[in-house]
């Protein structure tokens, strides 16, 4: 399958599906399909991830011919023995490398940098700092040793209140890893507080550019606020400007670099259809 660029009028767009419940994979990958979407990535959100369930998601993926061109785990880099914040331990993560194979030969891992805070959204004083960094650069390289010679790629998704929280620490990893290993996976709505983006919408796009050379996936997400708290939701139902964060992609980001829609594990068909057509309008209008 081609996987074209995201601005045009044939844009070939992808999509984020969750699993939850493996019994459920089917309906997953079936509604997906359903709604116009025939690539994307696959977050495990099931404990304990082991090879059977791999397997089985495989065969629902394959099922409805659904290429998975990267998978993920919300598991936190900064607490991968102490146990999961969110889902997913160092057992899961390195169960879902060595077996990540059997989802249409993926190669392509996305994890966030690491958090100190509670929860994955809430800052932390402590994710800016040296010794934070650099404990993110250790597990990085204590996971890739664990993995041997396996051939996959890290893809860190930057989040303004996780370890990789600004365009200088992500660009340090491009130093840190210069053998192309390790990358970003780039979505616009984690990379700045809404509260900032409102004041300083300017700044979005020069983030995107600064960064788009490292990217090797991008998802894309909408972000507000809703009662002092943010929200991460479907193109189109936030704050972003969206016209301009494409064209900002479009022209930036390298050409063949997968682009996904970030849906949540609630969206249901309707949602993923109207999310798809608000994309398709602004690209067809650029």
């Keep these: 399958m081609s996987i074209g660029p995201l601005i045009g009028i044939?844009?070939?767009?992808?999509?984020?599906?969750?699993?939850?419940?493996?019994?459920?994979?089917?309906?997953v990958f079936r509604r997906a399909t359903e709604a116009g979407f025939r690539f994307g990535q696959v977050n495990f959100a099931c404990r304990p991830i082991t090879p059977q369930i791999i397997r089985e998601v495989a065969a629902a993926a394959k099922k409805y011919s659904f290429l998975v061109v990267s998978v993920g785990c919300s598991?936190?880099?900064?607490?991968?023995?102490?146990?999961p914040m969110m889902g997913g331990d160092e057992s899961d993560l390195i169960t879902l490398c060595q077996h990540m194979s059997a989802l249409d030969n993926c190669k392509r891992l996305v994890l966030w940098s690491g958090t100190y805070a509670r929860r994955w959204t809430e800052p932390n004083l402590l994710n800016q700092g040296e010794d934070a960094y650099f404990a993110m650069i250790f597990e990085i390289h204590r996971l890739l040793g664990r993995l041997g010679g396996l051939p996959i790629t890290i893809a860190i998704?930057?989040?303004?209140?996780?370890?990789?929280?600004?365009?200088?620490?992500?660009?340090?990893?491009?130093e840190d890893f210069p053998d192309g290993r390790v990358c970003l996976a780039l979505d616009a709505?984690?990379?700045?507080?809404?509260t900032v983006y409102a004041r300083h919408p300017q700044i979005l796009p020069q983030i995107i550019s600064a960064l788009?050379?490292?990217?090797?996936?991008v998802c894309i997400s909408d972000v507000k606020l809703e009662d002092g708290r943010i929200a991460h939701l479907l193109p189109g139902q936030g704050t972003l400007n969206f016209p301009a964060l494409l064209k900002t992609l479009g022209t930036e980001v390298r050409t063949g670099t997968p682009h996904l829609l970030n849906a949540q594990p609630t969206s249901?068909?309707?949602?993923?259809?109207?999310?798809?057509?608000y994309l398709t309008e602004i690209t067809i209008a650029e």
Aim: net charge negative; charged share 20%; hydrophobic share 50%.
């Design 189 to 194: 709505a984690y990379l700045i507080a809404p």
């Design 268 to 277: 249901n068909l309707e949602e993923l259809v109207d999310a798809r057509r």
């Design 10 to 27: 044939d844009m070939d767009l992808g999509v984020v599906v969750t699993i939850e419940n493996p019994q459920y994979a089917a309906v």
């Design 212 to 217: 788009s050379p490292m990217a090797d996936i």
């Design 75 to 83: 598991a936190n880099l900064l607490r991968l023995i102490e146990g």
């Design 157 to 174: 998704q930057p989040c303004y209140a996780h370890i990789v929280h600004d365009v200088a620490t992500a660009l340090r990893i491009s």
